[in-house]
């Protein structure tokens, strides 16, 4: 921002009614870069953050094409190329906005097959799968650490409101913790063994599953954390 004024200054551009508009402008930008500040660029101020970003656009392109088209700048020597380096970073800044969300949209996107598998054995990676039969996969095609699921408290540090609502609701108790659940899968790997119910389990029983450690009867770990997550 200061930069920008620098430019305005050194450009000689008239005072005149179009100056006054382009700073009334700029200052509700940044006005609401402040409320921003406060609010946060939640979806519910999603309006907030499209008219900060419109106004500042505007009085960007406003007060470039104003000094461009003034007599004063082509006297002087320095101006021109910083002016040229300004816009340069602006279109750069411009594009990589506009790229950034494809690229993580086409990293992270979850593709569900348009058919449903004619068997058991098409379900997720098939049989080979150390989750089958369950169609739950990982980003590795194996096993992962069990950390990654034992840490909600962690986000309950921001999210105090939610955590407090899920710590209460019946979707904390969705593993072993939950004794109706527990019976059943206990009694399901008396019956079946193991792998059947890793069906239950790639919904269930994340902590567990994902570490490779639902081979094991549950009854044989029911009091660890992971079987408590």
């Given amino acids: 921002m200061l930069w920008c004024l620098w430019l305005v200054r050194r450009s000689g551009l008239p005072r005149g009614v179009m100056f006054r508009v382009l700073a009334a402008v ?7 870069g402040v409320v921003l500040l406060f609010t946060g660029a939640t979806r519910q101020f999603q309006w907030l953050l499209n008219a900060h970003v419109v106004a500042g656009v505007v009085t960007a392109l406003g007060f470039g094409a104003a000094i461009f088209s003034s007599p004063a ?16 970073a602006f279109i750069v800044a411009s594009v990589a906005a506009w790229k950034a969300p494809a690229a993580r949209s086409a990293a992270y996107r979850i593709e569900n097959p348009l058919e449903p598998p004619l068997s058991m054995e098409g379900e997720g990676a098939g049989p080979h799968s ?5 169609s739950s996969q990982t980003n590795v095609g194996g096993i992962i650490p069990a950390k990654f699921f034992l840490t909600s408290e962690t986000c309950g540090r921001c999210h105090t409101e939610i955590y407090q609502e899920w710590k209460s609701s019946m979707h904390h108790f969705s593993s072993f913790n939950n004794q109706w659940y527990r019976k059943s899968i206990e009694y399901m790997q008396d019956v079946v063994g ?12 994340h902590a567990m599953f994902f ?3 639902f081979d094991t009867p549950v009854k044989e770990q029911i009091n660890t954390p992971e079987a408590q997550a």
């Fill in 73 to 88: 700048t082509r006297q002087r020597s320095l101006l021109g190329p910083a002016l040229m380096v300004v816009a340069l």
């Fill in 26 to 32: 700029a200052t509700i930008a940044a006005a609401l």
């Fill in 130 to 134: 150390p989750f089958f039969p369950s």
């Fill in 194 to 205: 193991t792998q059947p119910s890793k069906w239950c389990a790639g919904c269930h029983d």
């Fill in 211 to 213: 570490n490779g450690r």
